[in-house]
């Protein structure tokens, strides 16, 4: 992928983000209020769960403006980690947003229902669920183009956002048909929908800062593209890793022993080019030259 590639890649990203922004703070605030003038238990925790995805967004922002820095001395493969530690902010913000609004909906439990949430409740949470599927769908679409792990992440607190309102709306409705304790109950319901979310996605996250290698497949796939520059006799190792949005491979090859040390610098470099050249993700190859033994 070439630098301008890249840029437009960021932009996109940037753009994406700063809609997400947009569009959790203005859900938030209507759903805080509907939540509280209402008095929906279950959009209060809702909206308390919106607002999470707001400061995700920003967050998602702020890695993708600074991954897109270039490599520096104290960053010489650069700063694609910045959207590794981004997406690992997001699914923990999940974790720590479904815990409180679990605790409120308990709470409210507890202490008992003496009000019945206001039609305002329910129709602000069925609007919820359209636009944050909307909002999913469109990031989802944009980080799998963009190959962006913290935009997928923030796509799908989407779509637990959108699974929320959908819930809350149930509790909302079925209180107002007379069982109030639905209210609260369907807002524990989306505390532990939205917690098993960023527990998954935070193990995935912790993953990548492990340098997991990446997946059978795509290794395949480099491998046979150095395969097929001439004169590598095999493969002796190969490590993938993910650094945000593109992977680094360092490989050994073998060649054959009789050959110089300037031909086989020069495999080296045709091997580097081979696989920069056919596998867009990849920014860094490091290729260590051994003797057929």
């Known amino acids: 992928m070439t630098s301008d590639e890249w840029e437009v890649r960021h932009r996109k990203g940037e753009v994406g983000a700063f809609w997400g922004i947009i569009g ?10 509907a ?3 209402g008095h929906s238990t279950a959009l209060v925790a809702d909206g308390i769960h919106t607002s999470a995805d707001a400061l ?5 922002l702020v890695g993708i403006r600074v991954g897109k820095q270039p490599a520096d001395d104290d960053h010489p493969y650069g700063h694609g980690r910045a959207e590794s530690i981004a997406a690992k902010v997001v699914a923990l913000l999940l974790v720590v947003a479904g815990a409180n609004t679990g605790w409120q909906a308990i709470d409210a439990l507890i ?3 003496n009000h019945l949430p206001g039609a305002v409740a329910l129709w602000v949470a069925l609007i919820s669920v359209v636009l944050k599927e909307g909002m999913f769908w469109y990031h989802h679409r944009l980080g799998k183009e963009i190959n962006s792990k913290a935009m997928l992440i923030h796509a799908w607190e989407h779509r637990s956002d959108a699974l929320s309102s959908l819930c809350a709306a149930a509790g909302v409705a079925g209180a107002r048909a007379g069982l109030l304790w639905l209210d609260p109950a369907a807002g524990i319901v989306v505390a532990l929908f939205v917690m098993r979310i960023g527990i998954s996605l935070t193990i995935e996250a912790f993953h990548e800062l492990m340098d997991r290698q990446i997946d059978d497949e795509a290794v395949d796939l480099v491998c046979s593209t150095v395969r097929s520059v001439e004169r590598v006799s095999k493969i002796d190792r190969i490590r993938i890793r993910e650094a945000g949005p593109y992977v680094i491979v360092d490989i050994e090859i073998a060649i054959p022993a009789d050959i110089s040390v300037a031909e086989g610098h020069t495999i080296a470099h045709e ?10 993700r990849v920014r860094n190859v490091m290729v260590h030259v051994n003797p057929v033994n």
Do not use: D, T, Y
Request: net charge positive; no cysteine.
């Open 111 to 113: 202490r008992g229902v």
């Open 35 to 37: 939540g509280i003038f």
């Open 271 to 280: 091997v580097e080019n081979a696989v920069k050249g056919k596998h867009q």
């Open 24 to 33: 959790n703070g203005v859900l938030a605030a209507g759903k805080l209020m």
């Open 56 to 60: 995700s967004s920003v967050v998602v």
